[in-house]
């Protein structure tokens, strides 16, 4: 069973905006009430002892406890602390995701698609850089774990659209080094320089434009 998530119609959008927005609104599987409960309270175990802890030092036996499950039903449900970061960020990423569908211009429709990818990309370095110790555990966890989630598959796909607009050759190959620009650890590594977050959005910004010529 599923439920219909309202919203615009895709036909009424077009290029990269009615792509996102496929992908954003898709039916969902509906959650027996049981589970729903059980999944609001582990997110909010998570995320208290994440605020107060750190990531690296909260295991999923304290989250288990914290939220009153069994660690059988937490292992089932998420399958490891990467996979419980990635649910978090998926909650918290919806904003953005929201934003860069419906939300006004440069990072909504409205813009040329090079300036939209230069906002993309300053709007995605802030939230890496605002939840970076979740991101960081989302995308290294497990091999490849920054690529499989459903949240990238929509960042690589609203990217290598615009790029395709934009008249950009391999959209898809340079979607993915732009991104991969902005993973976790890279953004890391130049925080721990002391690099300033404006200083590297400004400089991102301009490899997003850069990407967007032929």
Same mark, same amino acid.
């Given at each position: 069973?599923?439920?219909?998530?309202?919203?615009?119609?895709?036909?009424?959008?077009?290029?990269? +905006?009615?792509?996102?927005?496929?992908?954003? @609104?898709?039916?969902?599987?509906?959650?027996?009430?049981?589970?729903?409960?059980?999944?609001?309270?582990?997110?909010?175990?998570?995320e208290a !002892? $994440?605020?107060?802890?750190?990531?690296?030092?909260? @295991?999923?036996?304290?989250?288990?406890?914290?939220?009153?499950?069994?660690?059988?039903?937490?292992?089932?449900?998420?399958?490891?602390?990467?996979?419980? #970061?990635?649910?978090?960020?998926? &909650?918290?990423?919806?904003? !953005?995701? +929201?934003?860069?569908?419906r939300g006004?211009?440069?990072?909504?429709?409205?813009?040329?698609?090079?300036?939209?990818?230069?906002? $993309?990309? &300053?709007?995605?370095? #802030?939230?890496?850089?605002?939840?970076?110790?979740?991101?960081?555990?989302?995308?290294?966890?497990? *091999?490849?774990?920054?690529?499989?989630?459903?949240?990238?598959?929509? %960042?690589?796909?609203?990217?290598?659209?615009?790029?395709?607009?934009?008249?950009?050759?391999? *959209?898809?190959?340079?979607?993915?080094? !732009?991104?991969?620009?902005?993973?976790?650890?890279?953004?890391?590594? %130049?925080?721990?320089?002391?690099? *300033?977050? *404006?200083?590297? #959005?400004?400089? @991102?910004?301009?490899?997003?434009?850069?990407?967007?010529?032929?």
């Amino acid at each position: 069973m599923v439920e219909e998530r309202s919203g615009p119609e895709s036909g009424s959008s077009t290029g990269a +905006e009615g792509e996102a927005l496929a992908l954003l @609104t898709a039916p969902v599987v509906r959650e027996r009430a049981d589970a729903a409960r059980n999944r609001r309270r582990v997110l909010a175990a998570a995320e208290a !002892l $994440f605020a107060e802890r750190g990531v690296a030092a909260t @295991t999923m036996d304290d989250v288990a406890a914290a939220a009153g499950v069994g660690k059988g039903t937490l292992y089932r449900r998420f399958g490891d602390k990467g996979g419980l #970061a990635a649910a978090l960020l998926s &909650e918290r990423g919806r904003q !953005l995701q +929201e934003q860069m569908v419906r939300g006004p211009a440069p990072l909504g429709p409205g813009a040329p698609p090079a300036r939209r990818l230069v906002a $993309f990309t &300053e709007a995605y370095l #802030a939230f890496q850089a605002a939840h970076l110790d979740l991101v960081l555990m989302s995308e290294t966890a497990t *091999p490849g774990g920054r690529l499989r989630g459903p949240a990238y598959a929509l %960042w690589r796909q609203h990217c290598a659209l615009l790029l395709t607009e934009a008249g950009a050759p391999d *959209p898809g190959t340079r979607a993915e080094a !732009l991104l991969a620009a902005l993973s976790a650890e890279q953004v890391r590594h %130049w925080l721990g320089d002391g690099r *300033p977050l *404006p200083d590297l #959005a400004a400089a @991102t910004g301009r490899l997003a434009a850069a990407l967007c010529r032929p």
